[in-house]
């Protein structure tokens, strides 16, 4: 079946320094999302990407999809307290697929 | 508006016992999912449903039923609990099919401890 691979599983951070996390499907992706979980809370979406080679921006969070629309990539600039928590990204097989394949998401931690 | 809510949040049960848990959305989105979340593991999908009276099987439906015969609710159905059904369930909901978003609304969670 679909399998979305994402590492690394696991990241500590000094505040300050930049992070990045990485997403690979075994086949082609309609689009990919990607979602933020705080510790104890539930999955809230951050952006959906589409387009092949696309790459989109909030604030110090960088997204990307890749060219041949199996991998992307999230990247955040200067890590602040306020980003810890794990990381999902999921993509979708079909433009009509109903479901969404989750990676196994990328915990975050960040030393003040 | 509530958005995604789920009761219980939190549930204790014995091996063998049954239970439901309910997840009701106020946002009138037709698809709606349930997801188990284990350590390490990730968002694994147990079942949807496209609509009112419609539910098709994901990834890891074994052990569980689902109902939606309104709208606004999804019920997932535990037969005979056992402890590998220990985890975190969410339920999350979604717009229509040409949302160009696509976004999925996440519920609380449902901590559920199977002994």
Known sequence: GQQVMQIPQYQHVQEGEDFTTYCNSS???????WYKQRPGGHPVFLIQLVKSGEVKKQKRLTFQFGEA???????????QTTDVGTYFCAGRLGAGSYQLTFGKGTKLSVIP | ????????????????????????????????????????????????????????KGEVPDGYNV???KKQNFLLGLESAAPSQTSVYFCASRLIAGDTRNEQFFGPGTRLTVL
């Open chain 2, 67 to 69: 109902s939606r015969l």
């Open chain 2, 1 to 56: 508006n509530a958005g995604v809510t789920q009761t219980p949040k939190f549930r204790v049960l014995k091996t063998g016992q049954s239970m439901t848990l309910l997840c009701a959305q106020d946002m009138n989105h037709e698809y709606m999912y349930w997801y188990r979340q284990d350590p390490g593991m990730g968002l694994r999908l147990i079942h949807y449903s496209v609509g009112e009276g419609t539910t098709a």
């Open chain 1, 27 to 33: 086949t082609t992706l309609s689009n990919i999302q």
């Open chain 1, 69 to 79: 629309k199996k991998n992307s990539s999230l990247h955040i600039t200067a890590t």
